[in-house]
């Protein structure tokens, strides 16, 4: 069997066009639908009707044409049978968690996740007596071990932010399958270079905002997955996207469609930079983790599951052990070279940078930054496409010899 190329596999599924023709595909604004015959309507209730049984819309919350468009494009990059795009990954990562989830139930996640998903395991879910066992995404054996009778889903994101720690879906997904658990994979650090649904993940869900935006300039998030989850997501009873309702305006759906094309160039050319200046940063002594170098613990790993051709992913990490030597870096990397921009998020194409455990890791507490590896001083850089690679090597060469990091 070949290996799965989630470019060709883009291209590859039913290409949707425009109105006329239009190369582009049409946006469908209208929050609801009309239809051409007064029985069609309870047919579509009663599910009997919907976008791949005839292409019946009923109202834009349920299913929307633009919506299912780029819902099946991002399905088709993962190889997962279908997708749901909501208005924000963390709507995603919600609506996901609470269609498995019910009261009683237990998770198993990673320590080492975005602030947000933390908050929501750590402080929200146990007041909905949905509770979680943190483990360390690296050691496949403690997820196991913190498996209960009450477990429901194991929840890990592929590239942990911002330690850039691997999970090993392949060994998860055993795990959970033995287990009668869902894998519940963010993959929103590696989109394209990795394929969690392809290495045994049941779910992979996405903040769009970050990568697959590209420009910064919107929220979004996507659920790829089997299409009966798909149905249970937009159920009109229970369906947790069509009742908690964060719903992606269709307007959004048609910009993220069109980025699509050009997101495996996009992410193969903030590798080549990062790797660029990963290996630069070593040579000088510097304390860096990127996956794409032999000294990252994972390297082989990484290598052995990422897909042909698409690099190492667009994320550094420099440890500047504290928060000052930290902010020194980051004051001279924006203010003194014009490297890029203090900034959360990430994924633009400038480069962004922020410290970790002051900002989008600062809902989890010092003690447990430190359980999970995260220096006080740790700068996470998005390494943007921007400028002359040599120019920015230079200019990041002398941002550490002035602040000091270099051995
Ligand atoms: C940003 C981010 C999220 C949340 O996405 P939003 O679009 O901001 O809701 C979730 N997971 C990871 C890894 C992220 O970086």
Not at 335 to 361: I, K, P, Q, R
């Amino acid at each position: 069997m070949s290996r799965f190329d989630p470019q060709e596999a883009l291209i590859n599924t039913r290409r949707e066009f425009g109105e006329h023709g239009g190369v582009a595909i049409s946006v469908a604004r209208a929050s609801t639908f009309t239809v051409m015959d007064s029985h069609t309507m309870p047919e579509i209730f009663d599910g009997l009707r919907g976008p791949e049984k005839g292409g019946c819309f009923l109202y834009s919350r349920h299913f929307n044409p633009t919506l299912d468009v780029l819902s099946r494009y991002l399905g088709a990059m993962e190889g997962t049978e279908y997708g749901v795009c909501t208005a924000s990954g963390m709507a995603a990562i919600s609506c996901t968690l609470l269609q498995i989830c019910r009261a009683g139930d237990h998770i198993v996640a990673s320590d080492t996740i975005y602030g947000g998903t933390r908050a929501l395991l750590n402080d929200l879910l146990p007041s909905m007596d949905i509770h979680t066992t943190f483990v360390n995404p690296a050691d496949t054996a403690a997820f196991e071990a913190a498996i209960t009778d009450k477990t429901k889903v194991i929840y890990t994101e592929v590239l942990a932010n911002p330690t850039l720690r691997l999970a090993d879906i392949r060994a998860l997904s055993v795990i959970a399958k033995a287990r009668g658990l869902k894998l519940v994979a963010d993959n929103t650090f590696t989109p394209m270079v990795i394929s969690p649904a392809q290495l045994g993940a049941d779910v992979v869900v996405y903040s769009l905002t970050k990568f697959i935006s590209g420009a910064s300039d919107m929220l979004g998030g996507a659920i790829c997955c089997s299409k009966d989850f798909v149905l249970e997501l937009m159920d009109l009873h229970t369906g947790r996207v069509m009742l908690f309702g964060p719903t992606m305006d269709p307007r959004v759906a048609f910009d993220v469609s069109n980025r699509l094309p050009n997101l495996a160039i996009r992410m193969q050319e903030h590798g080549r930079r990062a790797m660029a200046m990963a290996q630069m940063l070593e040579g000088h002594g510097v304390e860096v983790c990127y996956p794409g170098l032999e000294s990252h613990p994972q390297h082989a790993l990484f290598s052995e599951v990422a897909n042909e051709e698409m690099g190492y992913g667009g994320i550094i990490a420099i440890d500047c052990k504290t928060n000052e030597r930290a902010q020194e870096l980051m004051n001279s990397l924006q203010n003194d070279e014009s490297f890029g921009l203090m900034a959360v998020s990430l994924g633009y194409f400038d480069t962004l940078m922020s410290c970790s455990s002051t900002s989008t890791s600062s809902e989890i507490p010092p003690e447990d930054q430190a359980k999970m590896g995260l220096s006080p001083g740790l700068v996470r850089l998005s390494i943007g496409l921007t400028g002359s690679l040599n120019k920015r090597l230079e200019q990041l060469e002398r941002a550490v010899k002035k602040v000091g990091l270099t051995g």
